[in-house]
């Protein structure tokens, strides 16, 4: 059975920093591709970052690019958000998210296994 799990959201104040932290199970999680994705109230899930299974390829909303990075460590089933010089804008619930094969995309559709999120909240 696979199960997401992430961590380390918070309240921070504009400009500060914050990492996300998502462990995957499963035996061959790490051949997947893996995403983060955030949604407000009343909006659509947005794409934010994805990781191909080797780390080869990154993807980046252009939104986030230059501010965030995403990395995993495939010995821990592990992905990872750092999120750098955080706006107010970035307040929204993240999720973690598997991809169907090892180069992920960005539609939330071609995802099969979701976290149950984490509350990120930037003030002003």
Not at 33 to 58: H, L, N
Request: glycine share 8%.
């Amino acid at each position: 059975q696979v199960q997401l799990v992430e961590s380390g959201g918070g309240l921070v104040q504009a400009g500060n920093s914050l990492r996300l932290s998502c462990v995957h199970s499963g035996r061959t999680a790490s051949r997947y591709g893996m995403g983060w994705f955030r949604q407000t109230p009343g909006k659509e899930r947005e794409f934010v970052a994805a990781i191909s299974w080797s780390s080869s390829r990154t993807y980046y909303a252009d939104s986030v690019k230059g501010r965030f990075t995403i990395s995993r460590d495939n010995d821990k089933n592990t992905v990872y958000l750092q999120m750098n010089s955080l706006k107010p804008e970035d307040t929204a619930v993240y999720y973690c998210a598997r991809h169907r094969s090892s180069i992920p995309t960005t539609a939330p559709n071609d995802y099969d296994y979701w976290g149950q999120g984490t509350q990120v909240t930037v003030s002003s």
